[in-house]
């Protein structure tokens, strides 16, 4: 069936260089898409998201890149801080007949900061 | 102001016993579900609810029940509890299906 899934389980860094999150999605009537993270023992909490007529979004050192062509959606971190370690998860909304749809979440890819 | 509050944070069941998990949100949103967290599955989405009087099944609805009286309210009963179970649960929030979810901190529940 289709999924939203990721290409990488984990991702180790160092502090101060960029990451990139990818994730890949299959259904092509997704219209809405969120990047979510989550710390260890908490809920998962919103970082930045996207409407399908949109190919960028920027927020504070945050970037999403959507990519229809190809059903990917990525997160850019600038400058990635300690602080930035858990685990990010990509959520899409697919509306059906008419309804304001629900969240799908992918699986969820570790980031580790290396100091 | 509180955002979406969970209890209990922590359950421990035995099989066959009942219980809710109580959700409760101050920000007046429309929408709410939840969701179980299980180790490489993700979150997945139990039931839902679009506003007051109004639910409906997500993609593992089976062993669960839910009612949405309140605006506020949107507790999740588990029937008869069954080692599968075993979860994380995660209520949230949103303003419409296309606005972020806001999530509480989770009920992790053991069901021996």
């Known amino acids: 069936g289709e999924s939203v899934g990721l290409h990488l389980p984990t991702l180790s860094v160092q502090e101060g260089d960029n990451s990139i999150i990818n994730c890949a999605y299959s259904?092509?009537?997704?219209?809405?898409f969120i990047w979510y993270k989550q710390e260890s023992g908490k809920g998962p909490q919103f970082i930045i998201d996207?409407?399908?007529?949109?190919d960028k979004r920027q927020g504070q050192r945050v970037t999403v890149l959507l990519n229809k062509t190809v059903k990917h959606l990525s997160l850019q971190i600038a400058a990635t801080q300690p602080g930035d370690s858990a685990v990010y998860f990509c959520a899409e909304n697919i509306a059906y007949g008419g309804s304001q749809g629900n969240l799908i979440f992918g699986k969820g890819t570790k980031l580790s900061v290396k100091p | 102001n509180a955002g979406v509050t969970q209890t209990p944070k922590f359950q421990v069941l035995k099989t066959g016993q009942s219980m809710t998990l109580q959700c409760a949100q101050d920000m007046n949103h429309e929408y709410m579900s939840w969701y179980r967290q299980d180790p490489g599955m993700g979150l997945r989405l139990i039931h839902y609810?679009?506003?007051?009087?109004?639910?409906d099944q997500g993609e593992v609805p089976n062993g669960y029940n839910v009612s949405r009286s309140t605006t506020e309210d949107f507790p999740l009963r588990l029937l008869s509890a069954a080692p599968s179970q075993t979860s994380v649960y995660f209520c949230?929030?949103?303003?419409?299906?296309?606005?972020?979810?806001?999530f509480g901190n989770g009920t992790r529940l053991t069901v021996t």
């Open positions: 996207i409407r399908s007529n949109m």
């Open positions: 259904n092509s009537a997704s219209d809405y």
């Open positions: 949230a929030s949103s303003y419409s299906g296309y606005s972020p979810l806001h």
């Open positions: 609810s679009v506003g007051a009087g109004i639910t």
